[in-house]
């Protein structure tokens, strides 16, 4: 993120590679780690989301995510769909600034967990696996969760506790040798990437970090959130992402998906923590921590 916001003149500079309506309102989205997000509103009252997109962010990505935003929204499964700004182009360019714009969904992050809640996290990521099933994904650096990527962070982090770090991440090594079932993955189906109402996932968010890989990973990116918001204990929001997911996938988890999803968990803590490192924010320790207290049980 960067350190200031753009102003709402900057903003409607790039709005405009749209819309030739004006800009109102704006605010940055204070919720967004990966990349500068912010909500607009125009003079004819509709909301719109604007990514500020990184230099290294690949277009064919984003091509790739509009087609991802569109086999899920004919799904059923609510996703903010990327605006063309003609040619079948979806990202914006001014200024030397490139981004996405897509029409705002209505909803909320959820704030309140419930261990209903947790269990749709798990049906959700079910439906999202089946919905994109045989949709490649090609190698990109957003695929913080591929080891060759996550050991790059690593070797570049110079934040303490490095030792720490290193001992999660290395849990890839041994994750990886065991082939266990793909799809194609969320990458960070975290709270701030969903909006829910009744103990319901009732939209999701940044496909971004989408690849092909174990599948196991994207329950235990979501536990690492859940357990980072909530008390509930560790083996409880692991029966819920689990019987969530069962109760709705096409193919259930196996027993060695079972038997491995704590050692899945240390190693995507893992890599959620060099990441906070490497970017200054607050919740390294506690990434942690939550990959540290199943690292002797995995």
């Known amino acids: 993120m960067n350190e200031a916001p753009l102003s ?3 903003l409607n500079q790039l709005f405009h590679a749209y819309s030739n309506t004006e800009l109102i309102d704006a605010k940055r989205n ?11 509103i125009n003079s004819s009252g509709q909301g719109y989301v604007m990514k500020v997109l990184k230099a290294h962010q690949d277009p064919k990505t984003i091509n790739l995510e509009t087609h991802i935003q569109t086999r899920l929204n004919a799904a059923g499964i609510k996703t903010p769909q990327y605006l063309d700004f003609g040619d079948n ?19 909320k992050i959820p704030i309140i967990i419930t ?37 790059a962070a690593l070797d570049a982090c110079e934040e303490l506790p490095k030792d720490k770090l290193t001992m999660l991440v290395n849990k890839g090594t041994e994750l990886f040798s065991l082939r266990l079932p793909e799809a194609t993955i969320h990458g960070d189906l975290w709270l701030g990437n969903t909006f829910a109402e009744k103990d319901k996932v009732t939209a999701v968010f940044d496909f971004e970090r989408a690849q092909n890989t174990a599948r196991i990973i994207d329950l235990a990116r979501t536990y ?7 008390v509930f204990p560790v083996q409880q929001i692991i029966d819920l992402l689990t019987t969530g997911y069962d109760s709705t996938a096409a193919i259930p988890l196996t027993r060695i998906e079972n038997d491995n999803f704590k050692l899945a968990i240390a190693y995507v803590s893992g890599v959620i923590a060099t990441w906070h490192a490497t970017n200054g924010n607050r919740y390294t320790r506690r990434y942690i921590e939550i990959g540290e207290e199943l690292t002797e049980e995995s």
């Open 89 to 107: 182009n979806f990202i914006g360019e001014q200024n030397e600034c490139r981004f996405t714009l897509s029409r705002r969904i209505k909803g």
């Open 224 to 230: 690492a959130s859940m357990r980072k918001e909530t």
């Open 115 to 151: 261990p209903e809640l947790v269990f749709d996290f798990g049906a959700t990521l079910a439906r999202i696996h089946d919905c994109l099933k045989n949709v490649t994904i090609p190698l990109n650096r957003m695929q913080w969760f591929n080891p060759e990527i996550a050991q």
């Open 8 to 10: 709402l003149i900057e």
């Open 30 to 40: 204070d919720a967004a780690f990966a990349n500068d997000v912010y909500d607009l």
